[in-house]
């Protein structure tokens, strides 16, 4: 038996009737497209790679930029996929774009996390007559998060010694309700064992010395909770800093890579 979900609005002519188990899926997709703009918007924004490699488009009503590197994109692709397998199947609830100093001891500077929970009805032919709005109000809060990443201040990165890393939380108890486990999905795609990196109580791990992470949006939807945050980690930041000072100063940047290779370094050149 079908179940009518009642709306606050009634239905507009032609606007499509969708079931629960039809909606899910359209929420999931859209939550993925958003987390594929972030990556390519946060890594524009720190500077990651020169401006040439991306291009301005429109979305969510905003300009966002997207990089045009063959092997970069293929890579972003990759990380969503992960995401997509994981968070369909609701055995991943956050990301972390990593901003790293890219040196050989790589060491993370910042952290964009994303915490994600779909919110959905047991019933899956629970009846939606209001879809677009459903739909409508994904997009606002994507469009409120992209703006509030577009006020941080990006980390400076003179000549291109940053880099970047994806990582996704998992589940705390490493299953769904339904049984279905991390292991099944990892013995399927091993590749994607690169992008978990969790402690036992199930947390992003930390290795900052002075890290703080900072609460920057909580939004709530009826078919979506979203929170971003904002770690920074200080201490590394100051050094990577210092670092660049003194590589504008006193090195060039074919020998920056074989330079730096401890937080030690810098105090001791100085």
């Known amino acids: ?3 009518h979900v009642n709306n606050r609005r009634r239905r507009r002519h032609g606007e499509p009737r969708l079931l629960e188990k039809q909606i899910r899926p359209e929420v999931i997709e859209r939550c993925l497209q958003f987390i594929d703009i972030i990556i390519n918007q946060i890594i524009y924004q ?3 790679y020169p401006s040439n490699l991306f291009r301005p488009r429109q979305m969510y009503h905003s300009l966002v930029y997207q990089c045009i590197d063959r092997d970069i994109s293929s890579y972003i692709t990759l990380c969503v996929a992960s995401l997509r397998d994981l968070f369909s199947q609701q055995l991943s ?3 972390s774009i990593n901003i790293i100093r890219n040196f050989q001891i790589p060491i993370i500077l910042r952290r ?3 915490e994600l929970h779909t919110i959905q009805d047991p019933c899956l032919r629970a009846i939606y007559d209001n879809t677009k709005q459903l739909m409508n109000q994904l997009d606002q809060i994507f469009a409120q998060c992209i703006q509030t990443i577009k006020q941080i201040q ?6 291109y010694n940053k880099g970047w890393t994806f990582q996704l939380r998992s589940c705390s108890d490493g299953k769904n309700s339904k049984g279905t486990t991390i292991g099944e ?5 091993p590749i994607y064992k690169e992008f978990i990196l969790i402690n036992q109580q199930s947390d992003i791990l930390s290795n900052g010395k002075q890290s703080m992470i900072s609460s920057i949006k909580s939004l709530h939807t009826e078919r979506l909770k979203l929170q971003f945050m904002c770690e920074d980690d200080k201490y590394e930041q100051e050094k990577f800093q210092q670092w660049n000072q003194y590589v504008l100063e006193n090195v060039s940047i074919d020998e920056q890579d074989t330079e730096y290779e401890t937080d030690s370094d810098i105090d001791d050149q100085q």
């Open 154 to 159: 990006p980390l400076e990165n003179n000549n």
């Open 112 to 114: 964009y996390l994303i």
């Open 185 to 189: 999905i990892l013995r399927k795609k």
């Open 93 to 95: 609830d956050m990301i």
């Open 1 to 3: 038996m079908e179940i």
């Open 46 to 48: 720190e500077n990651i």
